[in-house]
């Protein structure tokens, strides 16, 4: 992760770039947004490994969650942890961690930060996010905490997730006009896009992490958010409301669109 802690903006800048001017343009307007952070925390070896683009170790996970479907807003969604800041939090960092320990029952010893990023607009929620990187040293136990707000809690492989035949971009038309482009994993019944998916496609490309993958490979959102639920519900881990402890599982789509897309392509969204 040397690449994104030496240049804290690089992410930012790897988003911009794909999305073109119209990324650029919502990143500096309606900036009078509610603060929030998410934790974007990684496990695995220090060590660079030798036999992966990177030196992206075998072992290295990275925590994510699904939103309850009875939420007002991202139900149902993938997310990193995280949500609002509250008085008397150390922003980002406090947060991101609070948010973690209230979703997840992360315990923060052993999870060190290594970068805060630049915040990134949500504008339907009207949220300034930070993403708060970090490295899990010791990675613990994790669970659903609330079952009112998370369904589910997963560790999942990076490798796996970052590989070629596990990465294409989703694409939504309304009216026949494409209202959304953005890339998207899925592997094992889960299914990443939106806000979460960009940060981990910029992150990765900054990382140097990227194996060549086919980007031409465009697939409507909803068949692979109906594809992601099949995979899930046959390996037993995707039923709706059946909320789970996961340690490498599989983990539900995202059921709304979000941003870090691609607005240039008409992208666009919320988290």
Not at 141 to 150: F, G
């Amino acid at each position: 992760m040397r690449a994104v802690t030496g240049d804290v903006g690089a992410v930012t800048d790897a988003v911009l770039n794909r999305g073109g001017d119209r990324t650029r343009w919502a990143s500096m307007i309606g900036r009078n947004r509610r603060a929030a952070a998410v934790l974007v925390l990684i496990s695995g070896s220090w060590d660079e490994a030798p036999d992966h683009p990177g030196g992206l170790p075998a072992d290295a996970e990275i925590l994510l969650t699904e939103r309850a479907a009875t939420l007002r807003q991202h139900s149902g969604q993938v997310a990193f942890p995280g949500g609002a800041m509250d008085p008397g939090d150390d922003y980002p960092v406090g947060t991101a961690l609070r948010e973690a320990n209230e979703e997840t029952g992360l315990v923060a010893d052993g999870v060190h930060v290594v970068a805060n990023l630049p915040s990134f607009p949500v504008p339907v929620s009207a949220f300034d996010v930070i993403p708060v990187l970090a490295h899990w040293a010791r990675p613990g136990d994790v669970q659903v905490m609330d079952t009112a707000e998370t369904s589910r809690v997963a560790r999942v492989n990076l490798r796996s997730l970052l590989a070629p035949e596990n990465r294409f971009q989703v694409q939504r038309k309304v009216l026949g006009a494409s209202a959304y482009r953005g890339p998207a994993f899925m592997v094992d019944g889960l299914l990443v896009w939106g806000f979460t998916g960009g940060l981990i496609a910029a992150i990765s490309e900054v990382s140097g992490w990227d194996v060549p993958w086919d980007k031409s490979d465009v697939r409507p959102l909803e068949d692979a958010i109906e594809h992601a639920a099949a995979g899930s519900v046959a390996s037993g881990a995707g039923v709706a409301g059946n909320p789970q402890t996961t340690g490498r599982s599989a983990v539900l789509p995202e059921a709304m669109h979000q941003a870090v897309g691609d607005p240039d392509r008409g992208e666009g969204g919320d988290r």
